[in-house]
């Protein structure tokens, strides 16, 4: 259960992005999510994902085999595109431009991670700010603590995964030390949030 209130301020169908940071335990966090969001979810979804740089990823696959949502790994300055799951690409930090498109950077590690939570955190929060809803998920450093931070101080929202149900807690401790927590929230919390919509419906949407 949520341990707070849904505070009256988040008004669901006025978001326009969900950026969601995870590390270790975070895949299997996606797993239980990513699938019910249902197919006119309106607003787009921007995921990193702590990975090895070396390594292809094979999250396109995994998710797309099991979300009615299309998954993509972004190129340099694509469309962010409504009703659509973009991956950040092993070793590329993904931001957000002004004009939300997609910008891949190989700039250096921020909090030991690139791509980096607090990069895609932080550069969304200016694009979308009160628009925008930040999820923070498990993982074993503070990486998206202060990008979290950046989202409620755009006046966007922010969950975060109670520790207590995460493989790794680092994560999600930080989100919350630092106040960037609006909602704490478990994973079926979120999942049934996720499965009511997000964004306004998009129309012509198969249902």
Known sequence: MSTAPETPDFDAASIEAVVIGASAGGIEALNRLLPELPDDFGAAVLIVVHMRPDVPSLLPELFGARCRLPVVEPNDKDEITPGTIHLAPPGYHMLVEPDRSIAL??????????????????????????????????????????????????????????????????????????GAAHEILTLDDMAARFAAGIGRKRIGANR
């Open 105 to 178: 950077s190989i700039d250096p590690p921020v909090r030991f991670s690139r791509p980096s939570v607090d990069v895609l955190f932080e550069s969304a929060a200016l694009a979308y700010r009160e628009r925008l809803l930040g999820v923070v998920l498990s993982g074993a450093n503070d990486d998206g603590a202060r990008g979290a931070l950046a989202i409620r101080e755009a006046g966007g929202h922010c969950w975060v995964q109670d520790p207590a149900t995460a493989g790794a807690t680092a994560m999600p401790r930080g989100a919350i030390a630092n």
